[in-house]
């Protein structure tokens, strides 16, 4: 067995189901380089164990291996490169160093290259939705689930061939029947989740409406679902702009307010204006000023983008 392994593909799931194979039942030490350093993980990896036992580290996040950006602020990513190839040309064979990356590895990489030629790469590639559907249907049947073929792809195709997504909705169908183990159309359709594009809809009103809990649920759903939080702190800025537009037209009829907005609905404005309530001037002018430094942090690689709308979800719903 080797001591090293990376692992990289789009799903956290896939990504498990790896590690499992190589741990197997043995306890193992997790570390995510999203919050501690890659000298951190190489020193626990590197200390020999009194019994001469094998221990096993699971290393998730380990970007350093994808495509990466440098950044002035930050250590450079060749240092970290270089720390981590030290280790790698003379790694403790005690240890089985299992790294994660969710996405694909930089091959140009010497990390990459090295990992490849002495250790073991692990890529495990997407799966298409037919393979989806054999996977779904033994993970069904090892449980004694019964589903028809017509019902397992309504949630393949509801859930956009996105597996982590997939498993959840399973998990959710098990909690509801519980004890029962014939899994119905009917009953499918009420019980999965509502397309992405309604999704992100729906957590911007949970977000406006300042409701925390539901709002971090639906934010980890729609991360599992790979959604860009750009793309949905762009979405908010939108409905704080329109909302702090609306309540500094008060003075003016229904109909031009909504074309201005561009809206086509009333529903559009009633929703806005009941909004524009809940918020002052100058709570909607600090949360644009907010969002704008989030984006130039970002861009500048001083904050991840979904530790900013984490950021921007708490300070709208405090």
């Known amino acids: 067995m080797q001591n090293i392994y990376l692992i990289s593909s789009n799903s956290i799931h896939l990504i ?3 590690i499992k194979k190589i741990v197997k039942d043995n306890p193992y030490t997790t570390f995510d380089l999203n919050n501690v350093l890659i000298d951190d993980v190489l020193e626990e990896a590197s200390y020999f164990s009194l019994f ?28 970290k ?10 790694s403790n064979p005690n240890t089985v160093l299992i790294f994660t990356i969710n996405g694909k590895v930089d091959s140009k990489k010497k990390i990459v290259k090295t990992i490849k030629d002495r250790y073991e790469l692990i890529e495990i590639p997407d799966l298409k939705p037919k393979e989806m ?39 959710k169908i098990k909690l509801y029947y519980q004890d029962k183990k014939e899994i119905k159309y009917d009953d499918v359709i009420n019980i ?11 957590f911007i009103e949970v977000v406006m409406n ?36 609306t309540k500094m037209m008060s003075n003016r009829s229904r109909s031009e307010i909504m074309k201005i907005l561009g809206y086509n609905y009333d529903f559009q404005l009633d929703k806005v204006i009941n ?3 809940m918020y002052t001037v100058k709570e909607l002018e600090d949360y644009l000023v907010l969002i704008s430094d989030f984006d130039y942090k970002i861009k500048r690689g001083k904050i991840t983008n979904k530790l900013a709308l984490q950021m921007l979800i708490l300070q709208i719903c405090k």
């Not at 001469?52 to 240092?79: H, L, M, P, Q």
């Open 16 to 18: 498990e189901d790896e």
């Open 52 to 79: 001469d036992e094998i221990k096993y580290i699971v290393c998730k996040n380990a970007n350093i291996f994808g495509s990466s950006k440098k950044n002035s602020s930050e250590e450079s990513t060749s240092k």
């Open 81 to 90: 490169d270089s720390r981590l190839i030290k280790y790698l040309e003379d």
């Open 133 to 171: 559907f054999n996977k779904i249907n033994e993970l069904l049947k090892k449980d004694n689930y019964k589903i028809d073929s017509d019902t397992l792809y309504y949630i393949i195709n509801n859930s956009l061939n996105n597996y982590d997504l997939i498993i959840n909705e399973i998990d």
């Open 192 to 202: 999965v989740s509502k397309n992405l594009e309604d999704n992100n809809f729906k």
């Open 210 to 245: 300042k409701n925390i809990k539901e709002a971090f649920k639906m934010y980890d759903d729609l991360m599992v679902q790979k959604v860009e939080p750009i793309m949905l702190m762009v979405m908010i800025a939108k409905e704080i702009r329109n909302t702090l537009l």
């Open 275 to 277: 909004y524009t309530r």
